[in-house]
């Protein structure tokens, strides 16, 4: 049975590589093909949803 400490590693792992595929998403953003810069902000915005949700407990504390 696994431990509320990995619980909580695992959702800060979650959220620093949601945070990494943000910042690649912001930059493929840019592209210059409109095809695929929407798909990107299209990708973007779900990756960001996804970012919210992964709030590790020490940064939801102090968002409160």
Not at 41 to 64: F, M, Q, S
Request: charged share 30%; proline share 2%.
């Amino acid at each position: 049975m696994r431990n509320v400490q990995d619980a909580a590693d695992d959702t800060a792992r979650d959220h620093r590589i949601l945070s990494r595929m943000l910042a690649d998403a912001d930059v493929l953003c840019e592209c210059g093909d409109a095809l695929l810069a929407g798909q990107y902000r299209h990708l973007r915005g779900r990756i960001a949803a996804l970012l919210d949700i992964t709030i590790p407990a020490g940064e939801a504390e102090t968002a409160a």
